[in-house]
Antibody, heavy 124, light 106 residues
Framework: QVHLVESGGGVVQPGGSLRLSCAAS????????MHWVRQAPAKGLEWLAV????????YCADSVKGRFTISRDNSKNTLYLQMNSLRTEDTAVYSC?????????????????WGRGTLVTVSS | DIQLTQSPSFLSASVGDRVTITCRAS??????LAWYQRKPGTAPKLLIY???TLKGGVPSRFSGSGSGAEFTLTISSLQPEDFATYFC????????FGPGTKVEIK
């Protein structure tokens, strides 16, 4: 069974930090670029970041650039999202997603596997 | 970043209706657009990519068209299982999503 399972969400004060994890199973994790997305309450999906299969390339959306960092540990089949300087507007369900194609080519980044997500609440 | 807008954001329709949803990009994205269906509590399901290519197993009542900066998703005859939220995704430069269109029963 192919699965993505996120963890690490919770309640954090504005300005605080959290590290999210995404555990992958059922596919060769180390051959796929991986992504983080989020969905705030009553809002649409927002794409956040991507990292290449080997971790040498990464890119974050402007909305989180400089505050969020994506990383991975292929020995543990795990994707991470380090979130710093959190704001109330970062409150959302955070999910990881696997694209159809593993290469560093956005044209192959339609998603065929999504995690259920972990809730991050930024509130004082 | 490429911005996507969708219209309408909400529509109310009856079983058997023809439904059209539009997705517009802030710049030319060629045909690098995907459409997804999402039901509450479930992962999004890819329907169409690129632009007009139906994914395997997706009913033929779904179709996509467009290129450049304007795209449409059409459901030719709405079925009970089609009531859901539909959103577009551009894959031309990195990734971004449209805000979604919620299709509800009239």
């Amino acid at each position: 069974q192919v699965h993505l399972v996120e963890s690490g969400g919770g309640v954090v004060q504005p300005g605080g930090s959290l590290r999210l994890s995404c555990a992958a199973s059922g596919f060769t994790f180390s051959t796929y670029a991986m992504h983080w997305v989020r969905q705030a309450p009553a809002k649409g999906l927002e794409w956040l970041a991507v990292i290449s299969y080997d971790g040498t390339l990464d890119y974050c959306a402007d909305s989180v650039k400089g505050r969020f960092t994506i990383s991975r540990d292929n020995s543990k089949n795990t994707l991470y999202l380090q979130m710093n300087s959190l704001r109330t507007e970062d409150t959302a369900v955070y999910s990881c997603a696997k694209p159809r194609v593993g290469t560093w080519d956005s044209h192959g980044w339609d998603f065929d596997l999504w995690g259920r997500g972990t809730l991050v609440t930024v509130s004082s | 970043d490429i911005q996507l807008t969708q219209s309408p954001s909400f529509l109310s329709a009856s079983v058997g209706d023809r439904v059209t949803i539009t997705c517009r990009a802030s710049q030319d994205i060629s045909n690098s657009l995907a459409w997804y269906q999402r039901k509450p509590g479930t992962a999004p399901k890819l329907l169409i990519y690129p632009a007009s290519t139906l994914k395997g197993g997706v009913p033929s009542r779904f179709s996509g068209s467009g290129s450049g900066a304007e795209f449409t998703l059409t459901i030719s005859s709405l079925q009970p299982e089609d009531f859901a939220t539909y959103f577009c995704q551009q894959l031309h430069v990195y990734v971004s999503f449209g805000p979604g269109t919620k299709v509800e029963i009239k």
